[in-house]
């Protein structure tokens, strides 16, 4: 990851798109190959000849779709309905969100290899598209952070709450996320306004990325490419975990962490070299994504 | 109407269409102009205005649509889901029933417009969209009857099924109905399965084109262009209604009737003159419609 | 009935009212006494001790409601939600339109004693309150009309439309009800923009008081107090029903009806005297009620 | 039909059972051969194969259900959920219904066997058990009326006023039907409380069986075995109609009807003999319905 | 906090209110003055011009409402509603119980105060009212926590249970909490029976005031106003946190902490003063309240 | 726990049972005694005694019910329908599973029991069988482990995804748990493909039984009976708790644990004797079930 990192917290300010959204009126993925997208369709078609009764709800999540968008659209659309915006607006602003930047549909196919490959009991793509928590949470913060950006923050934030309640995932809408993350069960992970996850990060269940006191600015964490973060970590302040280190379950970390290391404890501390190189397998995979000007690719 | 007008009773059995339908990619209804969608639009952003109570409502049904197909679409699923097929899975068919043949999004304009025209009660095109269960069954059944067409039997029967639910309005998905349909209050009317209306025909309440015995083959009533039919009104077997006469509330027709002429009475007799020539006011707003091959201008 | 009846269509247009609606604060009838909401009380606490089951029901509808405005506008909002209102708004428009107008008050319990009055099937307030759509319907139109009368138009033609789907009865919001109405079985009934009931008239299923032609203004029938009029019968253009008179059912009716008669037949012709003098049982029960200013009891 | 047929209205005063439901246990048919049902789970597994998207509407009403009783109670449940009983409270009304007298079991395959039998436009069983609302109304009626035998009448008004309200039919949970009964399209059908309607009758949509006066005692039609009644006909008042005769659409009756004679008009008169002999085709296949004490075929 | 806390965990079995709850007819909260209801109207206008899609959820929520009570309600109940209470019924509840005591009606407004004070992401009322399950789940916990004063302990377990699913949140109905309390993210919260927990906390997500053992009797946490719990904290038995103390993230806390310290580690330890004074800028906002009896701000 | 514990992960691979569920047609339990459910039914009978609105869930759950098996099942429907599986479909699949397998039954039973014994906040069944997460999440869990177990592994995991989303316990299907488990609050508990969790076991929230790496196999915690599990303790590994061992809140755990000894810290280290010897209470309750060849009692 050669290129500058931006780290500004303030996105949104200088929007100039009015607060409305109209549906998409052409919900392809105009991609020139989808490798992801055709497996998806065998593995729903293989799904419902081993149970019929799924038919319904594969037909309407994976074969009745035009594209992998408009399928994460529809899935989650479903789950977070209600509590102020119908299935349709949510359906209507998760497409828009996910057509409208290339990047976005990227980091979703991104995120379901990334989940193929680490997560030993997930053998498909449907796996994650139809039932990891953690995938469908991350993919509507995606939808919150194209909202935030535009400058649309309550909305943004009526997202977020959404996710909150339907995953028990609480990530600022303002927090950005590169491309591959597997957020592993996803329970009550929370990540603050300023945190910045880089590319192909593994994140466990109960991890907090927070903040230190009441002021604003930057005040969450930074993590690098390359990291794992144990269950129940919690990680403090602005503080950097560097490329390719690890973070032991129920650690508290409150200082930088250098890359390539295992930290450990309350407080954390060094214990070795992180076991493995960086689990870059999703660069190999990324290749075969066709938008030139991946946001997260060059440096989230 | 000079063109021979096809009443087979067997559509659909030559299909070669999968029994299975993806969502349409592209919501665009591809006209060079469309003064009914354009004023639509205008009509709701006053609605809004006057009464914020409607913004959900309105932004989900017109403002946030692309075009008015993906509109009749959402207004239609949203009342029409359980019981078998979800909003999401109604929504995708209509869309598709819609958006695949030109004659049909002809066919909804050209109601919206007969409906403006006709009704006193309604000045604009918003009132018809929103509120009035005649047009929202009859354009349930235009998709219905393309389904049929496409030899989807049973989820057109379905279909039928949740519009007689909904709105209890009975028509069998096989009957075929021309451009400029008014069903006026629309309870409990009820048309077989080889009724045939043409266009710019104004329907009140609780009549029925019904057959007579078990045989099959065509049994049930032709309705001709510019018909008025009175609520109440039984027209019963394989009888033809002239063109531009009216048939009194109430009455039973068991025989043909001649164009031009009123009837009523149990059973009805001709009283004399129709009082006006027919209704024709849609042929000059079809004018604006812009596919060359409307199906139902040229005889249904 | 000597009061001159009031037959201007156009109310509303005079509106100050902004259209906002904020739930009412206050939500006592403040009657000194109401033996029908007494009497709903001990008919809801013995029903739930014959049938446990019905506790929820018994409980949100009358037990734990502060009055009957309140008991009227929860079973109807409970009915009448989805498709553009929700629940709670709809609770809020029914509860203000009840508690706003003492004259709504009274005429709720006009209504529920007139039925209990005249329906052998049913010998409680509490059957008309939980299980007849007519009662339902007719209640919810009252609140379309008091919207109607405060110029909000739209938001009346979305009531009436929710209360057609719900209930298949069509009351045009513009059109006036007296007191003492029982819609009984309901099913089919239509009633147009400027159609007027007096008080104590019942009314069975598939009535229409319809209009005839394009034209606006005065085109819907008068129907004046006392009169009975059969199943299907059909009612149409500017006519005027006399008092205490009988429609047979399936007559259709083209022309004034004098009082205390009986008409039958296709067009329908005299017939005989009423066979009984008008049913003034209402006018007893009436006068228990509070409001001195009753609208509906001197004239609509 | 040589028995005598009992015509008392006062049912379920009598009633020992106490006023609470538990859930059958056993949901078996205990038939020695059930060839309705054996059909139908022919019937849905073509129909899933046919549309996909039907498999879970397919699967919870029929190929997962042990018994044709137990199918119709989950198609029926699911329709008439709210507004005072859930879902499940349903189920297990019907199901009890159902399953405690097998003449009610009976009943549902020999209506089943009348429609595919006399409707040109079903050929399946599946058809009317999915998609036919007089089925569905008749088949929750029946439900009631177990109900109101066992003296449990707020629960059955309750069972039909949900009935009036999903499919717009209103029949008096006292009313007593036959076996091998047709409700066509049903839309407004009203039958009162001391009506009788015996085995295979055919009734067209807006057909009232009604009363006259505030009375109480026997004062709705016997329909005796045979008898189609057409569109929108009234029959009013305890008037018998004769076994095999027919009923005009339209047709106003006041007077008892002969055997085996075709009446029209308003009010109605004899026209002529009934153009076939009874449409006696039921008899054949109840002969392989089991139960030897089956009470309709006895006599109602 | 001179005043002696009463630590009793025997609240309810004296009750002599009958278990039933009539809905409040006055929905008012009769205050001279509410600045915190006044700022949430304009906030709640403001943010519909800024986003009309979420003109339904502000009028439901904040416009259309009376009072600030019954706003909390309306929120909480669409949220809470179904397994075992309607949203109606459950609406009920939440009114009775804030606007029974002002005390509650003090604390609502309080923790709204407090949570705009301190946590930098909220700058509106708004946010937490619309947004905050934590807000949200306190706020049903002090509904709780009401009835299970009168004795209605089933009834106060089945809100705690419907608390824990909707929001991950498991408060016992009888623990305690003052006024000014800040649950930030909230997710795994959880409170036992005898926790105390006074003005001006703030605790950040998966805190825990757990007891140890199966006895009976106060075995659970008490902590001081002005405390500070970091993310992850295990606070565990009778012990007793002292005022304006704070407790490292992840910590486990097994004894006693004094007043104004900080505490880290498993097991915690004292590394040195509270960094600050205790965040007590609750008090000087809540000398707006106007109850003059106000328990909390008494000493819980 | 005499006998051998098999800890083969590899179930349903062998499964000759084809992929559709016919709802079972018996629902009792044909249990010689059911001490268990018939305190449940006086329980539930008391409970609405003192709270009428909760009739209509306890008449679902308990009261209407034909055996513990159905109340279950009917509870965690309720729950969980939505996303992929109806009410109806999830009954079914969650009455076979419990029915069909004794030793399920046994194991709610057992479950029970140990909750009412433990938990000092529960003084009946009825408490956890309606308001426990932890028991509907486990019990749940209990089908979609039946599921696995007969090879349908898509069926299983989907209804782990709905557990989580809607109890936030992610517990993978193919963990196997033996009799008389609490897991007390329950939010955020994780279990792994190959955890295994012996009879009469404690556990509270955000425990992680976890694993470590991306290889497949035997990878997780293996809890051996009589434990009791804090609070947010994280065992990661192929690791062993020996029996009657007690882990501390706050716990990580990467190395076997003797029996009956104390762990605590970050790593854990045993710091003392179990200060109990462990809960066996389950033996003596169990003893009353009647199934012999109860599979968890006999090494799971």
Redesign the interface.
Known sequence: MNTPFPTSSSPGGESSVP??????????AHRNADPVWDALQEEAAR??Q????????M??TV?????LE?AVA?RIA??LE????????LL?LLETAYLSDPAVGDALRCDLIAIKD????ADTYL?PL????GFHALSAHRAAHFLWKQG?H??A??L??MI?????V?I?PAARFGCGILLD?A??F?A??TAIVEDNVSI???V?L??TG???GN?HPIVRSGVLI???A?I?GRVEIGQGSRI?????VLADVPEHVTV????AEVVGRASSSEPSECMDHCSMMQSSDFEWGTGI
């Open positions: 607060h409305t959204t109209r549906r998409p009126a052409d919900l392809s799904a419902i081993a149970e019929p009764i799924l038919a319904a709800a037909d309407e074969l009745g779709q035009p594209s408009a529809a479903g789950k209600g509590h102020g915006l119908t299935g349709a607006q209507r680490r997560d030993p009991a796996d139809m039932f990891y928590k649309r309550t909305l934030r009526l977020q709450s909150s309640e339907a995953f028990a609480d600022h069960h329970t009550s929370v603050g306004e466990l269940h109960e907090t927070g903040g009441k002021e604003h005040r144990g269950a129940g919690k403090l032991g379950a129920g650690s508290v450990v404890g309350v407080p």
